[in-house]
């Protein structure tokens, strides 16, 4: 009698560690679906907007302060901080709202170019776009228009767990080999997109 309900148990709790480890898959499965079918209820379902600007903000900050070290003295450095948080928020929820991040994943809007212009709210420089960029941009247009933009959409390459709460989700596209990294964290039985890299700011290459 005990061999059984310890049996049960045993199996009970290996359904329960399959489900938690299944969840964040699904949540991401659901937030990519959401976005190429433009739900947009279903996608802020998925995504912590706060945190995600947040995140982004700070990366933004941090560039800031590295191009202008030795330029700006320290005793003005809190307030620099405040002086472009009031800048960057508004500018911000513009680019990190559900229509952005749906553009990004349906491949409407290149990584590169949004890259750009997210680097641009933090340096106030707008980069020129490479020949290739702009080409890859226009071509992703060009097929939005005739309905064949399904390459330019992201797609799950692999995703782990990088902490007990924390998964890393790697995405791509038929089309370049542009890899973009999404953090997922658990809101309880949820998981939620909090941040977004390109693989390239990860390994620090150009």
């Known amino acids: 009698m005990n061999g059984k309900w310890l049996l049960r148990i045993g199996l009970v709790s290996l359904l329960l560690i399959m489900v938690y480890a299944a969840l964040p898959w699904y ?3 659901q937030l990519i679906e959401a976005a190429q079918h433009n739900d947009v209820a279903k996608l802020e379902r998925y995504v912590d907007f706060p945190q995600l600007r947040g995140n982004i903000r700070r990366r933004l900050q941090e560039e800031v302060h590295r ?21 960057l928020e508004p500018l911000l929820k513009r ?10 994943i349906q491949g409407q809007r290149d990584w590169r170019e949004f890259e750009r212009e997210l680097n641009s709210l933090g340096t106030g420089k707008h980069d020129r776009p490479h020949a290739d960029n702009s080409a890859a941009s226009a071509n ?5 228009a005739n309905g064949d933009d399904h390459g330019h959409h992201w797609h799950m390459e692999h995703w782990y767990f990088s902490g007990h ?15 973009v990294q999404l953090q997922l964290q658990r809101r309880g039985l949820r998981w939620l997109l909090v941040d977004i890299r ?9």
């Open 27 to 29: 949540s991401a499965r």
């Open 67 to 87: 191009s202008l070290a030795g330029d700006l003295p320290p005793e003005l450095g809190e307030l620099f901080s405040a002086g472009a948080d009031l800048f």
């Open 95 to 104: 680019l990190i709202s559900p229509e952005g991040i749906t553009q990004l």
């Open 140 to 144: 992703a247009g060009s097929d939005s």
């Open 165 to 179: 709460s924390t998964v890393e989700v790697v995405c791509g596209n038929r089309e370049d080999d542009q890899l």
């Open 198 to 206: 390109k693989i390239d700011d990860l390994t620090g290459e150009d």
